[in-house]
């Protein structure tokens, strides 16, 4: 499984980013799609995930009703729309994929390159 994200940018704070995340395929091994992020010096961390099997999302509280996980299933691509962007959300935004929904790096199985966002004015 091959993951594609794209959609990073620059955007001044309160502002809106859609990022994009290809999948090449979907079987049972990339059921769940995450977006994780990593800032500079710190860990990586969870940002959001979605079941392409019956729609399930998990939000970290950090972004919860401010960032939205979506997928589509026909095109095989999961998006983040990000709104009200903080300078904190400043980080590279990573895709990644595992059977089930997790909440930290250990387990995921495939991850795509990073796309990275910053939030500056």
């Known amino acids: 499984v091959q993951l594609q994200a794209s959609g990073g940018g620059l955007v001044q704070p309160g502002g809106s980013l859609r990022l994009s995340c290809a999948a090449s395929?979907?079987?049972?091994?990339?059921?769940?799609m995450h977006w994780f992020r990593q800032a500079p010096g710190q860990e990586r961390e969870i940002v959001a995930a979605?079941?392409?099997?019956?729609?399930?999302?998990y939000y970290a509280d950090s972004v919860k009703g401010r960032f939205t996980i979506s997928r589509d299933n026909v095109q095989n691509r999961v998006y983040l729309q990000m709104n009200s962007l903080k300078p904190e959300d400043t980080a590279v935004y990573y895709c990644?994929?595992?059977?089930?929904?997790?909440?930290?790096?250990?387990?995921?199985?495939?991850w795509g390159k990073g796309t990275l966002v910053t939030v500056s004015s």
């Open positions: 395929t979907r079987t049972f091994t990339n059921d769940a």
């Open positions: 990644a994929a595992s059977t089930v929904i997790l909440r930290t790096t250990s387990g995921i199985r495939y």
């Open positions: 979605i079941r392409w099997s019956g729609g399930i999302t």
